[in-house]
């Protein structure tokens, strides 16, 4: 006969392990994950392939994709089409749309980022430093929805998720490019979010915090330099500001990422949700 005891600590090991296992119905799925060859959207991506979605992905540097691919694919089998693409140009947004679904028959989910604008005051840029960041930053979310919304609309199921910052929320100091045109893409997906959701298309955004990727340790270089401090005491300020006193790990990202594509956040759209350690201090 089995201990009470011990069946409280079996049914909790079973019950997490059922958790582990929780299928989110993106097998036969195709994911277009923009900047996938490092940082936030290479952890989107090797989430989705390992929950077993075929992959559409791209970055600016064909030689960096093309690795990426080829690791995801070697570790989770999955099918991956990648391609060099600037998602500031309209055209090449259109050709990478075009390749996935002649290579895979459609696009069903859509996980837009780019990298981000050069942190700087307001005036340290001029009219030339606003057109590029603004076409980086809001046109390539608006582009890649363009291009692959009708779809969506047609079969009646899509996902679009914008991968944006807690600077939407609470503006972070030095980041006016950043701060002002991730706003705007929320804007953006907020308003689209009201328009497509009765053909079945959910859009939201996620907003990152401070986050152990190659863009924050840049940023953590460049402040310590002007500081004349080390980067590992500059991100040791950031770590004080969160509530849990670390950088997050790509992977729990990723993880929330997955799960908001899914079939199972059916009835999840319009959102900005932030994975920051608690970093946001407002309520809602």
């Keep these: 006969m089995i201990h009470p005891l011990t069946q409280v600590v079996l049914t909790s090991l079973l019950t997490r392990a059922e958790i582990t296992q929780m299928d989110l119905d993106l097998k036969g799925k195709v994911a277009l994950v923009a900047a996938a060859s490092r940082g936030l959207g290479r952890a989107v991506a090797e989430e989705l392939a390992a929950e077993g979605a075929a992959l559409v992905l791209c970055s600016r540097n064909a030689e960096s994709i093309k690795q990426t691919a080829n690791q995801i694919a070697g570790e989770t089998g999955t099918e991956i089409l990648a391609l ?3 998602v500031s140009k309209a055209g090449e947004v259109a050709r990478l749309v075009q390749s996935g679904v002649e290579r895979f028959g459609r696009i069903d989910i859509l996980v837009t980022n780019a990298g981000g604008p050069p942190a700087g005051p307001f005036e340290s840029f001029g009219a030339d430093a606003w057109e590029t960041a603004t076409r980086l930053t809001l046109f390539s979310a608006i582009e890649l929805a363009r291009q ?23 503006p972070v100091d030095n980041l006016i490019l950043s701060n002002s045109l991730r706003a705007a893409v929320t804007g953006f997906a907020r308003t689209l979010a009201n328009e497509v959701a009765a053909f079945g298309v959910t859009v939201n955004n996620i907003m990152p915090g401070y986050t152990r990727t190659e863009r924050v340790e840049e940023l953590a270089r460049m402040m310590a330099d002007k500081e004349k401090i080390t980067p590992a005491e500059f991100i040791g300020r950031w770590e004080k500001e969160i509530p849990m006193r670390r950088l997050g790990r790509p ?25 920051d350690g608690g970093w946001i201090r407002s309520l809602l």
Excluded at 251 to 275: M, N
């Design 251 to 275: 992977d729990e990202f990723a993880a929330l990422a997955a799960f908001l594509v899914s079939e199972r956040a059916s009835y999840i759209t319009g959102t900005s949700i932030p994975v």
């Design 84 to 86: 060099p693409c600037d």
């Design 148 to 170: 692959v919304l009708p779809g969506m609309k047609e079969r009646g199921w899509g996902r679009i998720l914008n991968i944006t910052s807690i600077a939407v929320k609470q």
